[in-house]
C-alpha cells in the first residue's frame, strides 16, 4: 500500500485526495496546508491527519508526496521531498520561472526520485483514445494539429496576479498536449494576445484571449486557442489532420439528449468546467502514477515534460509582448 503525503487542501487537493483515497494500492495518511483549517477540513473528510509541509516530507513512513500547493512553491517542495526519498506527484506548472524549473529537474534528477507532473489531461479518454488512432497510423503522419481550450468565465484578478499569466497557467495545458500528440517540442512559437474579455486582466499585465501557433522541425504546425471566456462551458476540443484522414475528440456535453422540431436541432451544452469534464482523468491520473512507482517504471509524464511545456509559455509569451513575432524555444 502506497502511503501518501497530501501537500495543499485547496479546490484542486479535494480533487486528489478523492483519487488516492479511491484508489485499491494508495491510503491519504496525512494532509498540510498554509492555512491549518483547510487541513483539518481534508484530514476530517478523508480520515488521515492534519499535520505540517514539514513533517509530512520528513516522515520515513510516508512513500510519496502529491504536492497541490501554489505554484510558487512547486520547486522548492519536490527537491526537498526528493531529498528525503520521496517519489512525487505535482500539480502543473513546475514553477512560474523557466530557470527555477531547470534547477529542479536538475536537482530531481540528482536524486534519483522519480517525479510525475500533473498533466491530467493526457489521462482522458477521449484524448487517449485519439492518441492510440494516431500511434496506430489510423489517420498516416500526423500534419496539422488544431487545440481549442475555453474557460466559460475568467477567474479573480486576484488569482490572474499571481498566476504567471494565462501561457504559464491555461495554455500550459495544451503545451503539454500538443508535445503528446506530436511526439517532440516545436522549434518556434508564435503568439497574437489581447484582453478583451476583461479589461482588469489586461492592467495587471496579463491577457484572456490568445492564439498560438507552432512550427515543428519536420515542417508540422500546431494551432491552440484560449479564451477566458465562452459563456456556453468548458469548450475543450482536438482536431489532428494527417496524411490519410482527419482525428477529432469532441466536447463532453452535460447529457445526450438532442430535440429536433420545426424550430430546428438543438442539443446541450458542453459541461461547465474542469472538474466535470476531467474528473475521470484525475482518477487515471492517480492510477498511473501508483503503476509507475509499484511497477518501477518510468513515469508516464515527467518532470522534463513539464519544463519542456514551461519552455513553450515562456516562448509565447515572449512573442506576444513583442507583437507575435516567433521565438525559438531553444532561445529561452
Given at each position: 500500500?502506497?502511503?501518501?503525503?497530501?501537500?495543499?487542501?485547496?479546490?484542486?487537493?479535494?480533487?486528489?485526495?478523492?483519487?488516492?483515497?479511491?484508489?485499491?494500492?494508495?491510503?491519504?495518511?496525512?494532509?498540510?496546508?498554509?492555512?491549518?483549517a483547510?487541513?483539518?477540513?481534508?484530514?476530517?473528510?478523508?480520515?488521515?491527519?492534519?499535520?505540517?509541509?514539514?513533517?509530512?516530507?520528513?516522515d520515513?513512513?510516508?512513500?510519496?508526496?502529491?504536492?497541490?500547493?501554489?505554484t510558487?512553491?512547486?520547486?522548492?517542495?519536490?527537491?526537498?521531498?526528493?531529498?528525503?526519498?520521496?517519489?512525487?506527484?505535482?500539480?502543473?506548472?513546475?514553477?512560474?520561472?523557466?530557470?527555477?524549473?531547470?534547477a529542479?529537474?536538475?536537482?530531481?534528477?540528482?536524486?534519483?526520485?522519480?517525479?510525475?507532473?500533473?498533466?491530467?489531461?493526457?489521462?482522458?479518454?477521449?484524448?487517449?483514445?485519439?492518441?492510440?488512432?494516431?500511434?496506430?497510423?489510423?489517420?498516416?503522419?500526423?500534419?496539422?494539429?488544431?487545440?481549442?481550450?475555453?474557460?466559460?468565465?475568467?477567474?479573480?484578478?486576484?488569482?490572474?496576479?499571481?498566476?504567471?499569466?494565462?501561457?504559464?497557467?491555461?495554455?500550459i495545458?495544451?503545451?503539454?498536449?500538443?508535445?503528446?500528440?506530436?511526439?517532440?517540442?516545436?522549434?518556434?512559437?508564435?503568439?497574437?494576445?489581447?484582453?478583451?474579455?476583461?479589461?482588469?486582466?489586461?492592467?495587471?499585465?496579463?491577457?484572456?484571449?490568445?492564439?498560438?501557433?507552432?512550427?515543428?522541425?519536420?515542417?508540422?504546425?500546431?494551432?491552440?486557442?484560449?479564451?477566458?471566456?465562452?459563456?456556453?462551458?468548458?469548450?475543450?476540443?482536438?482536431?489532428?489532420?494527417?496524411?490519410?484522414?482527419?482525428?477529432?475528440?469532441?466536447?463532453?456535453?452535460?447529457?445526450?439528449?438532442?430535440?429536433?422540431?420545426?424550430?430546428?436541432?438543438?442539443?446541450?451544452?458542453?459541461?461547465?468546467?474542469?472538474?466535470?469534464?476531467?474528473?475521470?482523468?484525475?482518477?487515471?491520473?492517480?492510477?498511473?502514477?501508483?503503476?509507475?512507482?509499484?511497477?518501477g517504471?518510468?513515469?508516464?509524464?515527467?518532470?522534463?515534460d513539464?519544463?519542456?511545456?514551461?519552455a513553450?509559455?515562456?516562448?509565447?509569451?515572449?512573442?506576444a509582448?513583442?507583437?507575435?513575432?516567433?521565438?525559438?524555444?531553444?532561445s529561452?
Amino acid at each position: 500500500m502506497l502511503k501518501v503525503g497530501l501537500l495543499g487542501a485547496g479546490r484542486i487537493a479535494g480533487v486528489h485526495a478523492t483519487a488516492i483515497t479511491a484508489h485499491p494500492g494508495s491510503t491519504l495518511v496525512a494532509v498540510s496546508d498554509y492555512l491549518p483549517a483547510n487541513a483539518e477540513k481534508i484530514a476530517a473528510q478523508y480520515g488521515c491527519a492534519a499535520r505540517s509541509t514539514e513533517e509530512i516530507i520528513a516522515d520515513p513512513s510516508i512513500d510519496a508526496v502529491l504536492i497541490a500547493t501554489s505554484t510558487d512553491t512547486h520547486s522548492g517542495l519536490i527537491e526537498a521531498a526528493t531529498s528525503a526519498g520521496k517519489v512525487v506527484l505535482c500539480e502543473k506548472p513546475v514553477d512560474l520561472s523557466l530557470e527555477r524549473a531547470c534547477a529542479c529537474l536538475a536537482h530531481a534528477d540528482k536524486t534519483g526520485k522519480p517525479v510525475m507532473i500533473g498533466f491530467n489531461r493526457r489521462f482522458d479518454p477521449n484524448f487517449g483514445a485519439l492518441k492510440k488512432a494516431l500511434e496506430a497510423g489510423e489517420i498516416g503522419k500526423a500534419e496539422l494539429l488544431s487545440i481549442t481550450s475555453f474557460d466559460p468565465a475568467p477567474p479573480p484578478v486576484a488569482y490572474v496576479k499571481v498566476s504567471g499569466g494565462i501561457f504559464r497557467d491555461m495554455m500550459i495545458h495544451d503545451f503539454d498536449m500538443a508535445n503528446f500528440l506530436m511526439g517532440a517540442a516545436p522549434v518556434t512559437v508564435a503568439a497574437t494576445a489581447s484582453s478583451i474579455v476583461d479589461p482588469e486582466i489586461g492592467s495587471v499585465g496579463d491577457f484572456d484571449t490568445a492564439v498560438v501557433s507552432m512550427t515543428y522541425a519536420d515542417g508540422r504546425i500546431a494551432v491552440i486557442k484560449n479564451s477566458r471566456r465562452a459563456v456556453y462551458g468548458y469548450d475543450q476540443r482536438v482536431e489532428l489532420l494527417g496524411s490519410r484522414g482527419l482525428l477529432q475528440a469532441q466536447n463532453m456535453l452535460e447529457n445526450t439528449v438532442v430535440k429536433s422540431t420545426a424550430d430546428g436541432v438543438t442539443g446541450a451544452k458542453p459541461t461547465y468546467f474542469f472538474l466535470e469534464r476531467y474528473m475521470p482523468a484525475y482518477a487515471a491520473e492517480w492510477a498511473a502514477f501508483v503503476e509507475a512507482v509499484k511497477g518501477g517504471g518510468s513515469m508516464p509524464v515527467t518532470l522534463r515534460d513539464g519544463v519542456d511545456a514551461l519552455a513553450m509559455a515562456e516562448a509565447a509569451t515572449a512573442s506576444a509582448k513583442s507583437g507575435g513575432a516567433p521565438v525559438r524555444v531553444d532561445s529561452v
